[in-house]
């Protein structure tokens, strides 16, 4: 080919290229799609592409943005608030304590736009408390909206939970794990109030701090909402037969199992109460049930409760008392929806198991299907036939049925003679 014919072909290729780019800038700067995701652009970028000749390819690492981002990636995050660039100065100084750009630009991209943004604060704090370049990068890339925080309420948040951790070395452990819960930073006056409020509940601390990182919505609650719904979960308990006596342990216990119990409303938990008395429970019966349902039971309302007990009555065609004796055998008939109950019940017909066995042991419709056919496999490759039998190997937690499993297996590989015993031979 003559010199004039490849820089003509040359021509044609980048004149082929500028369509593309122009249909990606139209497309992203029109006002229907003004912010949408870093995700959704790049997907337009590689659908474009696609539909031109291969030879084309070769164009995608051409020089039209910084060599880190997409092509025209700066366009994508345009609001009142931000602009309609990257902060250099934020992306510098990420790289300069090896963060990973990228990963933040597919996750959060919007805070590399912010204008205002305080990465070696943030940093800094967290080298204080002991965390090395690792875990600093690892912090920034899972949470990388920590750099909008100010160093003023960075710091509140960190004495706020060094109230319940035992050093800063803990502290770090937990910011590693929960970034998002520690970085999520609102109603920090009433998130100490809480905080005081628990510890003076007599919850210990480590179960506090469990729930700032998994439950931090009950740290937002007024204070005296909090102490409101404690008030009549005592009042409740006390209500059903249980003990002055014995209150701050249960009510101790039911916290640390399920704090979420704090977020529901007082006239909800009165009527689930109401509804299993009217279902004939008697009080040392509710009181069982939200014990072992760790206090689950009022988060559900009284139309899922009666929906889920009618299935089960019709399913295993017993009377309303023998219905009442197998949902206090397996509370979860309760907890779960009938699309639950009827999945895992059809899962265990399938493998061979009768109503009348599960309506035996019910506590076996806490399994999954999937834990079912598993144990049912490693039972089976013992010679142990579980629809021939009771389904009490079946049940329990991982680590009970590991132990049954054990003795099962030792039984079956025990002689069937005793080999130290003199053999009875003629002479």
């Not at 009284?302 to 295993?316: A, D, E, V, Y």
Request: aromatic content about 8%.
């Amino acid at each position: 080919m003559s010199g004039s014919g490849v820089r003509g072909c040359w021509r044609s290729k980048l004149r082929s290229f500028d369509i593309i780019v122009q249909r990606y800038n139209e497309y992203i700067l029109s006002p229907r799609t003004v912010g949408i995701s870093q995700r959704t652009a790049d997907m337009l970028w590689k659908l474009l592409l696609r539909s031109q000749p291969c030879r084309l390819c070769s164009f995608r690492k051409m020089p039209l943005a910084s060599k880190s981002r997409s092509p025209l990636a700066c366009f994508v995050y345009t609001t009142d608030h931000q602009s309609n660039q990257e902060n250099k100065r934020t992306v510098e100084k990420l790289y300069k304590f090896s963060v990973d750009v990228r990963k933040i630009r597919r996750l959060k991209g919007w805070v590399l736009f912010e204008k205002e943004t305080y990465v070696e604060e943030i940093a800094g704090v967290l080298q204080q408390l002991g965390a090395d370049e690792a875990a600093i990068a690892s912090i920034l890339e899972r949470c990388p909206e920590a750099i909008v925080c100010s160093p003023a309420t960075l710091n509140t948040q960190r004495e706020l939970w060094q109230l319940v951790c035992k050093n800063e070395q803990e502290l770090v452990k937990l910011i590693e794990q929960f970034p998002e819960s520690f970085f999520t930073i609102k109603d920090q006056e009433t998130q100490r109030l809480n905080i005081q409020f628990f510890q003076e509940l007599g919850l210990k601390n480590v179960v506090i701090s469990r729930f700032l990182t998994t439950a931090s919505n009950v740290f937002h609650n007024p204070i005296e909402k909090n102490k409101q719904m404690i008030s009549i979960l005592q009042e409740s308990y006390l209500n059903l037969g249980g003990s002055e006596a014995n209150m701050k342990v249960w009510l101790l216990k039911l916290l640390s199992q399920n704090p979420f119990i704090l977020l529901n409303s007082s006239a909800a938990i009165k009527e689930t109460l109401e509804f299993l008395q009217e279902q004939g429970f008697a009080n040392s019966e509710i009181l069982q049930l939200l014990s072992k349902l760790k206090g689950f039971l009022f988060q559900l309302c009284p139309g899922s409760i009666q929906n889920s007990m009618s299935f089960s009555k019709n399913t295993f065609k017993c009377t309303d008392h023998d219905l009442k004796q197998l949902v206090l055998k397996c509370p979860a008939i309760l907890y779960y929806s009938v699309p639950v109950l009827e999945e895992r019940i059809q899962g265990l017909l399938e493998e061979g198991i009768s109503i009348a066995q599960i309506k035996e042991t019910p506590m076996v419709l806490e399994l999954t299907p999937q834990i079912v056919q598993y144990r049912i496999r490693k039972l089976n490759s013992l010679g142990y036939r579980i629809k021939d039998g009771h389904l009490g190997n079946l049940n329990g937690t991982k680590k009970e049925f590991e132990a049954n499993f054990g003795k099962i297996q030792a039984k079956k590989g025990r002689p069937l003679f005793n080999p130290v015993a003199p053999l009875n031979v003629e002479e």
